[in-house]
């Protein structure tokens, strides 16, 4: 989305990731910081004033958030007939980002031996004997470790050594 929106257009915007008083202060912080222009009746609002005005979240009687702007200067405030916007894709910005999920690496994070160990001990001697003979215990052991450290051995002998020797007691 581009182009300009209404303080109110602005705060809806990041209300599904922010309370909407939260949003107001959000938005407040982007203007002060230049890093959300704010217009007025048409023209950027200089980098000197823009650290005068607020944001104010306020919640209509029918339950609607709507947003205006207030100024903290007494001399040529803000009049109830100027017209504010926001550049909307600078607004769209200020939304939290997902992160990227992180590739695993070629070693492995924590102790990986010592929770096959425990992996194997919570399934017990008679289990794990059942699922090495029917050879389905590597593949469930390397799908326990992606699940938790999101990594698995690329060589299996170190893991069948783990397996042995439990197996061995």
């Known amino acids: 989305m581009s182009g300009r929106g209404s303080p109110t257009e602005a705060l809806n915007l990041l209300?599904?990731?922010?309370?909407?008083?939260?949003a107001a202060a959000e938005l407040t912080r982007a203007v002060h910081d230049n890093r959300c222009r704010l217009y007025c009746n048409y023209v950027v609002i200089p980098s000197h004033?823009?650290?005068?005005?607020?944001?104010v979240a306020q919640?209509?009687?029918d339950g609607r958030w709507t947003a205006r702007i207030a100024g903290t200067f007494?001399?040529?405030g803000v009049k109830p007939t100027d017209?504010?916007?926001?550049?909307i894709d600078e607004v769209e910005a200020l939304l939290p980002q997902p992160q990227p999920k992180q590739k695993p690496g070629p070693k492995p994070i924590g102790d990986w031996p010592n929770l096959i160990h425990r992996e194997l001990r919570r399934l017990g001697r008679k289990r794990v004997q059942a699922l090495q003979d029917s050879g389905e215990l590597r593949p469930k052991l390397e799908s326990f470790l992606e699940q938790?450290?999101?990594w698995k051995p690329q060589?299996?002998?170190p893991l069948n050594t783990i397996i042995?020797?439990?197996?061995?007691g």
Request: charged residues 25%; glycine residues 6%; without cysteine.
């Open 155 to 157: 060589d299996p002998k």
């Open 148 to 150: 938790k450290i999101g």
């Open 49 to 55: 004033i823009a650290p005068r005005l607020t944001v």
């Open 164 to 168: 042995r020797a439990f197996l061995q």
């Open 59 to 61: 919640q209509e009687n």
């Open 83 to 87: 017209v504010w916007e926001f550049e």
């Open 15 to 22: 209300r599904p990731a922010f309370a909407p008083m939260a």
């Open 74 to 76: 007494a001399m040529g």
